[in-house]
């Protein structure tokens, strides 16, 4: 079964130094999102992306964050400057036929 | 604003007993349901989902939930539950109803004791 993989599964920082998180959506889906988990809060949507562009964006997805889709099986996530409260649980999604599958996640640990 | 509760948190049961998980949203408009599990370790994975049709779903590992419409919610219910059950669950909704972001409850660890 075709599954959502991201790598790498954990990633620690400095803050102030740039990371950028890796998905490799199923293969024939077209929408993609990334959210996020701080531990012990809830899933929050960061950005939705289709047709090689943002379609939605939360208040959290400030200029520090941006997507790429670079090429025709990856799809990023960059945060320029992290922060301490950039510490979570990073997931990508994408979706097909109103249904959202979601990759096993990368923990970032900013230090 | 619009929103997604659960309203427990923290679940314990034991072995064979029956569970009912409660979801409740605030939006009037269409909406798409869904339930995930997380089990330890491991990623979000979609129990069942609710698009339209009869209110009554089933899921997968014999779970199911009903919308109700008149009371914006989406229970999940599982009448045995194994230890194996034991896990983080999740109520989603899509607000748009047109499959974009999800918003999701706060989530309800399960524990169930042997």
């Known amino acids: 079964e075709p599954e959502v993989t991201q790598t790498p599964s954990h990633q620690v920082t400095q803050m102030g130094q740039e990371v950028i998180l890796r998905c490799v959506p199923i293969?024939?889906?077209?929408?993609f999102y990334w959210y996020r988990q701080i531990l012990g809060q809830k899933v929050e949507f960061l950005v939705s992306?289709?047709?090689?562009?943002?379609?939605?964006k939360s208040e959290i997805f400030d200029d520090q964050f941006s997507v790429e889709r670079p090429d025709g099986s990856n799809f990023t996530l960059k945060i320029r400057s992290t922060k301490l409260e950039d510490s979570a649980m990073y997931f990508c999604?994408?979706?097909?036929?109103?249904?959202?599958?979601f990759g096993p996640g990368t923990r970032l640990t900013v230090t | 604003a619009q929103s997604v509760s659960q309203h427990n948190h923290h679940v314990i049961l034991s072995e064979a007993a029956s569970l009912e998980l409660g979801c409740n949203y605030s939006?009037?408009?269409?909406?798409?349901l869904f339930w995930y599990v997380q089990y330890p370790g491991q990623h979000l994975q979609l129990l069942l989902k609710?698009?339209?049709?009869?209110?009554l779903v089933k899921g997968i590992k014999g779970f199911e939930a009903e919308f109700i419409k008149s009371k914006f919610s989406f229970n999940l219910r599982k009448p045995s539950v194994q230890w194996s059950d034991t896990a983080e669950y999740f109520c989603?909704?899509?607000?748009?109803?047109?499959?974009?972001?999800?918003?999701f409850g706060t989530g309800t660890q399960l524990k169930v004791e042997l």
């Open positions: 293969s024939n889906h077209l929408y």
């Open positions: 999604a994408s979706r097909a036929w109103g249904e959202q599958y």
């Open positions: 939006y009037g408009g269409t909406v798409n």
């Open positions: 609710y698009f339209s049709g009869d209110p």
């Open positions: 989603a909704v899509d607000l748009t109803g047109g499959g974009n972001k999800l918003t």
């Open positions: 992306f289709y047709n090689n562009e943002i379609s939605e």
